[in-house]
């Protein structure tokens, strides 16, 4: 398989990685990357997860995935696995993110999975080059271009000590949302999860809970948007209603002077109508 390597900057899906700690110089991936920005979650938890955790994963990323949104994870075993995994059974889209360097598509026993999401139309990625060294501190490192990727992350299940909660606290960094499916208080498997709930992360227990902030276009039945203050705002809804969300994007689509679309959007976000995904990414509240 061809190894592609490409800066982030230079590829609108990528260009939010500019504005998470220590940028990504340079990444290498095998597969096909997004052409444009698009609503995008990653989700992560336990390597060795309950059956609650097995089922929800699987909902959460299936029912996501086919509306439209791109699961990112990290291949690991357990949850990493069966999210990309079921967003490939809903025809959707995945990206797994490896600390290795490539071809070698790691653990070996989710090579077949990391083949199938090429196959599929998704792609693995790794910034790491074949000279460099794998240590125990990659893993931790490779998770802040998991949730940089991601317009939030989703934890659907983790023990109190789990290797997630760095992943979470990268998103937390990143000015990112962070959300949480509640677990059994008596299970050490939902002991992370709830840990985060009472530290103000977000609880979820449908899918559209999490579309309604990152993706409320995404959502079967939408409540009808308020108009904007002016023509211009309210065509900036519109197309952020359709789908549109790159900045650039919405200059060329309205065809407007780039000042006088910067100030609607600063209005915008300033009203709590839209808010800034970084990058000149933007989605409605």
């Given at each position: 398989?061809?190894?592609?390597n ?18 990504v ?5 095998l597969?096909k ?10 989700i ?21 995935a086919?509306?439209g ?10 949850i ?6 079921a ?6 889209t ?16 989710n ?8 196959r599929e139309?998704g792609a693995?990625?790794s910034?790491?080059s ?12 490779r ?14 299940e ?31 498997l939902?002991?992370?999860?709830n840990?985060l ?20 276009e ?11 203050s ?23 689509q309205?065809d ?16 709590g ?13």
């Amino acid at each position: 398989m061809k190894i592609n390597n490409i800066v982030p900057n230079k590829h609108k899906y990528l260009q939010i990685l500019e504005h998470i700690d220590k940028p990504v110089e340079r990444l290498y991936y095998l597969g096909k990357l997004p052409e444009t920005r698009r609503p995008t979650l990653a989700i992560v938890g336990s390597r060795k997860p309950s059956r609650y955790g097995i089922e929800v994963t699987e909902r959460f990323s299936r029912e996501l995935a086919a509306k439209g949104v791109i699961i990112v994870s990290g291949l690991a075993l357990g949850i990493d696995a069966i999210a990309h995994r079921a967003a490939l059974d809903a025809h959707g889209t995945t990206l797994a993110v490896l600390a290795n360097a490539l071809p070698e598509i790691s653990p070996h026993t989710n090579r077949e999975l990391g083949e199938r999401i090429i196959r599929e139309g998704g792609a693995i990625l790794s910034e790491t080059s074949e000279d460099e060294p794998l240590g125990k501190w990659s893993f931790l490192y490779r998770n802040r271009i998991v949730s940089g990727l991601s317009d939030a992350i989703l934890i659907t299940e983790a023990g109190a000590r789990s290797g997630t909660l760095n992943t979470a606290a990268h998103a937390l960094a990143q000015g990112k949302e962070v959300f949480v499916i509640p677990g059994n208080i008596t299970s050490p498997l939902s002991a992370g999860c709830n840990n985060l709930l009472k530290q103000g992360a977000i609880p979820v227990t449908s899918p559209d809970d999490i579309l309604e902030i990152i993706a409320p276009e995404l959502l079967t039945a939408q409540a009808s948007l308020a108009l904007g203050s002016n023509a211009l705002e309210t065509e900036v809804i519109q197309l952020l209603q359709s789908g549109m969300r790159d900045g650039d994007d919405i200059q060329q689509q309205l065809d407007t002077d780039p000042s006088e679309l910067a100030s609607t959007l600063t209005m915008l976000e300033l009203t709590g109508t839209i808010r800034s995904l970084g990058a000149n990414q933007w989605t409605l509240r």
